[in-house]
């Protein structure tokens, strides 16, 4: 198994398509009845024989978590935030990023769900922070960052990463991509936009990022040496993006595709209960309001074929994405492509037929409010955004209690003043954790939870599966979650 | 003699409590489970008041009394029963009412009680300063101390004890005596042969509070027993101490105790201590106000069964066992110390010691994950209402029967016996949904328990058709020997002729020199010079013993004698279809001619051969106890269950043979009597064949009989006892002899045929006015009028001294 994890590491850092994923260039969703059908298949056949042991299973669980700590100054609400991913595809297609943003100090986290290969997840992942903090810069800070390209920095002041020392980044890319940023700004500042619209800010953003990859690849087609040599692959793969802009207490969620943002919010009444509060919509074929809106933008005579099998076009299942540009050119463009014929959708009239436009949705932090999970849908698959937030909520305080509780001796603590405090931490013992980190609690959660609790065998049978099966079975998975201190005042807004 | 007392740690000034004496309550509770016990703590108070005159250190005992309380109606059933033992034994207790409790203790919250128990013998003393008296009593009456000493080994001749092998060097000696605490399990560990001394170390809590500002002074309170909050509470340095016995204990140092560990405790979990802060806060309101000065958690050790461990070690002549305190220490010790004393020096236990006696245990409850489990639930028995026939929750099925997973699937209701999985009883499809509803919330009750018509209905298939029970946790030895060996031992053992026909079984007993029990067992001869014997289970370690410590010398090599417990398993099929149906499945002749009542043959049954059949049940019914070598055991189950079922076959449990067994007046060792009874004392004077040659206690036991008894066992029918609405008993009820208490029940059984609830108990005959014990004969028993009380309700009872005959 470990073998296996250091070659799909391997073949990350080479950045390059494992030939076996192309089994699933047609983004391999799986319905729900299948999962059941899986689940009880390894809850009572696979439960006999465990492959690995529960340590084996933690280091799996574990190899790709990280936690960062924030400062008041740094994080501003957000104290910490916990993020691990875990691959089912070769090589994992899933990529994640977090970055402060250095001049309004807002914090961005965004996971990325590529498909039919990593180049456009990799290169979203890379690129739609520096776009986002371009875009969000007041209009008179952007003379700085233009003349950061003039004079030629290798580090343009955009952003400052929170990235784990295994994440993978394409430095044959950069120099393309930086031109095209250089663009961007200096675009923005022709431009007047106006300065408080974040809404509009990050929707430009993430369109105008589409628009490079479509444009580079273009070029790069037309002979234009210039232009990094992934394009193309950039371009002709997709990327889901969910993003979380958070500054002061405001958060931002931009969402192309199906991942999900969900704010953990504690009940008021209960003593436990934990309320989910969604940030995004899924763009998917169950979406009936994306249905109507990609419906209303074609002729009425193809509402037939637009949507099927809950896909579109019969082919792809998220209804946003980036790249794909194979339902967004013209047929004639696609053509020029090598191979181009075969890759023009059956049904392809009127394109484009694929957007990279965010749905953006804004909330103001309560102080109920005490975290913000954004995770691919290889979370949502197994898990409800209710059970979600319960487990982050029961995590939090499980947590708290392993630590043991100390009376000093020179505390005035009276028995009754110790007993309710005793009796609040209950719960938490009730549910203390194996993994520290949530993020990791939620994957062993969403693999192992059977009737009776975790199953070691169902999470071992899950963590076993050959490769050429794995994909069935389950999808990558990418997981943050941002806890806020939305009491201690913390939450002053800079900028 | 001279004594030494070896000690691992250098005394400071503090002697000998380096291990959790030191952190000790100091309760001095005089109100124990058993008679033993109690009378450890009477020996104990008593010491304690007096030491300081003697030794001049004072002990700090202080009879404050204390009050036990009851929240509920079933604990204050409880109090009682245990107040009808302990007057017994001679403690005072009076009934108190909320009123009187606040009366005597103004800080408790009264409004909950349903009443209390007030025992003014109840003291207090300062664990330190105890033990620093007794050790200056020691020490002046020639006891030598050794510091700094760790015992390395103990080395042993010819299973007798020689030397201690220590850090400082060798000391040969006479006796040694293993009171090492937490750790006498492991210095039990350090001899060849092995020393099992079965406990564990717990975590163990108490919270003392600083100094409490109140008109009242708290140093004259009674101690508190909030049985139902599982917490005490007394007083200390002016504040109040308090500590608990949670119902689920924290097991501590399972993989070894630290080294060094004196005068260490352990990290206070104060989630742990949480359950027991929430009753001292609703059992003192004022407490809510008080602060921490500490809280202590030392570890404790703790037994099996929440009893001490005493004696002499089953295979190590003059190796003694004191330990297992069960952090009862202070009031036990005393007592205890002097017990052991009297046994070392006499040979013999001074009382009935079998409750705390060392071979009680089989060898392998010595496992040290079954004691850590065990001690979980064991610790908070000390508080918790103990319902009759309560079963252990935890450290289960540490032996199962080969048959164990059928008797499962039959919905066996099992209970444990020395660690050996029994089925008590067979939930049936009919009242399955009753049981499933009430899961494992099923509590306990002093009252008619919801298995009755369950037994009732198992006891008439023994009665009527035939019915099966697997018995395979009874103690089974062979003893085989080259000639006549064997024969010569056991006659030299046993109360009858051993050298009797082959193939006959003779229900027997071995007494000690006293003429009283030393076993009661069923003897078979199988060959001239092969004898099986089947005792009753939990007597096994100590039968073993008995049997091979009288092996002579010149004949170890001649004879041997195996342990077959676990060799065979054990069926009896009883109920008088139980010929014709076994005669379905062997081809030996099972005709009352061919196969008398007590006799044996090796039979072959279905596909298992090598069986050993005995004519008897136990039960007084008629069938075969079938042992059976394991392999062959679930074939010939299930061959037995199939073909059976035209017989009406079903599987019985235990209950439903001590209901057999009762109606017909078998006493059984252990229940009903114990190693100071005499055959004569229990009505079996039939039994002893004074013609047999010179057993051992012959000639006491000729003296006894001319001289008569002190006491008897009787067995008693109630008359007016209604079974679905009085309270039932359970043994240990008073039983009243023309008003005058006489003894106390030891078994109680159904009585279906007679119909009528039967009682087992002893009469003894105190004159009226000296207290002075006389003869008990079998016209006393017979002429007296008698009635015993349950919860306060006197039942007119009527006395039999023989086996009934039944319609």
Request: proline fraction near 4%.
């Amino acid at each position: 198994m470990c073998v296996r994890l250091l070659a799909c590491r391997w073949f990350r850092r080479l950045g390059e398509s494992d030939p076996s994923s192309f089994r699933y260039l047609l983004h391999n969703r799986y319905d729900v009845n299948r999962v059941r059908r899986v689940n009880k298949q390894f809850t009572t056949s696979s439960r006999r024989c465990a492959m690995l042991s529960p340590s084996e299973v933690s280091t799996i669980l574990r190899q790709q978590e990280f936690t960062v700590h924030l400062d008041k100054y740094e994080g501003g609400v957000v104290t910490s935030f916990d993020t691990t991913q875990l691959a089912a595809n070769r090589p994992v297609e899933d990529r994640r990023s977090a970055a402060t943003c250095l001049r309004s100090g807002g914090l961005l986290f965004g996971v990325f769900d590529g498909h039919a290969g990593t180049a456009c997840s990799q290169a979203v992942s890379e690129r739609l922070f520096d776009y986002i903090a371009t875009s969000i810069l007041p209009y008179d800070r952007l003379a700085e960052i233009q003349d950061a390209f003039l004079h030629r920095r290798t580090e343009i002041p955009l952003l400052k990463w929170h990235r784990n020392p295994d994440d993978y980044i394409s430095v044959e890319n950069a120099e393309g991509y930086k031109k095209s940023l250089g663009r961007f700004v200096n675009d923005s500042l022709a431009m007047n936009v106006e300065d408080d619209d974040l809404h509009a800010a990050i929707e430009l953003a993430f369109e105008r990022l589409d628009e490079d990859i479509s444009s580079e690849a273009r070029a790069l087609i037309g002979g234009r040496t210039t232009v990094y040599q992934d394009a193309t692959q950039v371009a002709l793969s997709g990327s889901c993006a969910c993003v979380a802009y958070i500054n002061g207490s405001d958060v931002w969620v931009a969402n192309v595709g199906d991942s999900r943002a969900i704010i953990g919010r504690k009940a008021e009444m209960t003593h436990s209960g934990w309320i989910p509060k969604a940030l995004s919509h899924r763009h998917s074929g169950h979406n009936t309001v994306e249905i109507d809106r990609i419906r209303k933008a074609h002729p009425h005579n193809e509402s037939a074929f637009l949507i099927k099998n809950n896909r579109l076009l019969s082919e792809l299942a998220p209804l946003r994405a980036f790249g794909d540009v194979k339902y967004k050119w013209h047929a004639n463009q696609l053509r020029a492509l090598p191979n181009g014929r075969m890759l023009i959708p059956r049904h392809y009239y009127t394109p484009p037929y694929l957007v990279a436009t965010p749905e953006i949705i804004h909330h103001r932090l309560t102080p109920q409010d005490k975290f913000l999970v954004i995770a691919t849908d290889g979370l949502w698959d197994f898990m409800t955004k209710e059970k979600t937030v319960q487990l982050v909520g029961d995590h939090i305080s499980g947590r708290e209690t392993l630590e043991a509780f100390k009376v000093r001796p020179t505390s005035r603590f009276t028995l009754s003043d110790i007993n309710s405090k005793l009796k609040d931490r209950k719960s938490g013992l009730a549910s203390r954790p194996i993994d520290d980190n949530v993020a990791t609690h939620l994957v062993r959660h969403a693999l192992g939870d059977s009737e009776k609790g975790i199953s070691h065998g169902k999470l071992s049978a899950f963590l076993s599966l050959p490769h050429y099966e794995v994909r069935d079975h389950r999808d990558d998975i990418t997981i943050y979650v941002i806890f806020f201190d939305t009491e201690k005042k913390r939450s002053k807004s800079r900028g | 003699m001279t004594v030494k007392v070896m000690e691992k740690k250098q005394f400071n000034g503090q002697f000998l409590t380096c291990g959790t004496t030191w952190h000790a309550a100091g309760l001095v509770g005089r109100m124990r489970a058993t008679a033993v016990e109690t009378e450890c703590s009477s020996i104990s108070s008593e010491l304690y008041s007096k030491l300081e005159e003697e030794t001049g250190i004072a002990t700090g005992y202080k009879q404050c009394g204390a009050i036990s309380l009851a929240q509920t109606k079933d604990r204050l059933i409880y109090l009682r029963r245990a107040a009808v033992n302990a007057r017994a034994y001679g403690i005072e207790t009076h009934e108190i009412s909320p009123d009187e409790i606040k009366e005597r203790h103004p800080l408790i919250k009264t409004e909950n009680l349903a009443g209390g128990l007030w025992i003014p013998g109840d003291a207090t003393a300062n664990p330190s300063d105890v033990t620093q008296s007794l050790i200056r009593g020691a020490i002046n009456r020639g006891v030598k101390l050794h510091e700094k000493v760790e015992v390395t080994s103990i080395e042993t001749i010819n299973g007798h004890v020689y030397s201690v092998v220590t850090n400082q060097g060798k000391i040969q000696c006479e006796y040694f005596i293993n009171c090492g605490g937490m750790w006498a399990r492991d210095i039990g560990l350090r001899s060849d042969p092995v020393v099992k001394v079965p406990l564990h170390a717990c975590e163990h809590y108490y919270l003392v509070t600083k100094p409490i500002r109140s008109d009242i002074n708290v140093a004259d309170l009674p101690t508190i027993r909030d049985l139902d909050s599982s917490i005490y509470i007394r007083e200390w340095s002016g504040g109040l101490l308090a500590g608990g016995f949670e119902p689920l204990a924290k097991p501590a140092f399972y993989k070894g105790i630290p080294k060094p560990y004196e005068f260490q405790m352990l990290p206070e979990d104060w989630d742990h201590f949480q359950v027991l802060l929430d009753g001292m806060l609703g059992c003192v309101p004022m407490l809510e106000k008080a602060e921490v000065r500490q809280l202590f958690n030392g570890a404790e050790s703790f037994t099996p069964d929440l009893k001490y461990i005493m004696g002499e070690a089953p295979n190590v002549k003059n190796y003694y066992v004191l330990a297992g305190m069960n952090s009862s220490g202070i009031a036990g010790s005393g007592g205890a110390g002097k017990l052991l004393a009297d046994w070392i020096v006499n040979g013999e236990q001074p009382m009935n010691m079998w409750p705390v006696d060392i071979r009680r245990f089989c060898q392998h409850q010595n496992n040290k994950a079954y004691l850590r489990d065990r001690v979980k639930e064991v610790l908070g028995m000390h508080y918790q209402i103990r319902y009759p026939y309560q079963e252990y929750q935890y450290g289960r099925k540490l032996r199962c029967s080969p048959l164990y997973p059928r008797l499962q699937e039959y919905n066996a209701v099992f209970g444990e016996k020395l660690g050996f999985e029994r089925a008590n009883w067979f939930i049936t499809e009919e009242y399955a949904d009753d049981f499933l509803l009430q899961n494992n919330s099923e509590k306990g009750t002093f009252c008619k328990p919801n298995w009755y018509e369950i037994v009732k209905s198992e006891y008439k298939v023994c009665r009527e058709a035939v019915g099966v029970l697997d018995m395979s946790s009874f103690s089974k030895f062979e003893i085989k020997s080259a000639g006549n060996e064997a024969t010569k031992l056991l006659q030299h053992l046993c109360v009858n002729e051993m050298d009797m026909p082959v193939g006959n079984v003779v229900h027997t007993a071995m007494l000690n020199r006293h003429g009283c029990y030393e076993t009661d067992c069923s003897v078979a001869r199988f060959a001239h010079n092969h004898y099986f014997i089947i005792s009753p289970s939990d007597q096994v370690t100590r039968n073993f013993a008995w049997i091979t410590k009288h092996i002579p010398e010149d004949k170890q090599a001649a004879i041997t004698v195996t342990d077959a417990t676990s060799r065979y398993t054990a069926l009896n099929v009883m109920g008088p279809k139980s010929r014709e149906l076994l005669q379905q499945i062997t081809s030996t002749s099972l005709n009352s001619t061919d196969f008398k009542p007590f006799t044996c043959k090796e039979i072959s049954a279905g596909y298992a051969s090598g069986i050993k059949a005995l004519a008897m049940t136990h039960s007084g019914e008629l069938g075969w106890m079938l042992y059976i070598p394991n392999e062959f055991a679930l074939s010939l189950y299930d061959l037995l269950m199939d073909v059976g079922k035209d017989f009406g076959i079903r599987n019985v449990g235990y209950y439903a043979l001590r209901y057999l067994r009762i109606e017909k007046f078998f006493a059984f060792m252990g229940q009903d009597f114990n190693s100071t009874h005499t055959p004569f004392e229990i009505g079996r004077e039939f039994k002893v064949d004074f013609k047999a040659s010179n057993f051992i206690g012959k000639t006491e036991l000729s003296k006894k009989k001319n001289e008569g008894v002190k006491r008897r066992l009787a067995m008693f029918l109630l008359d007016d006892h209604d079974r679905d609405k009085d309270l039932w008993p359970w043994g240990g009820e008073a039983i009243y002899r023309n008003g005058q208490m006489t003894g106390l029940t030891t078994s109680i059984g159904c009585g279906f045929t007679l119909n009528k609830m039967i009682c087992i108990g002893w009469v003894t005959n105190k004159h009226k006015q000296t207290g002075v014990r006389q003869l008990v004969t079998n016209d006393y028993v017979i002429d007296g009028h008698y009635e015993i009380e349950i919860n306060t309700k006197r039942f007119t009872a009527k006395p039999r001294l023989y086996t009934p005959a039944l319609a």
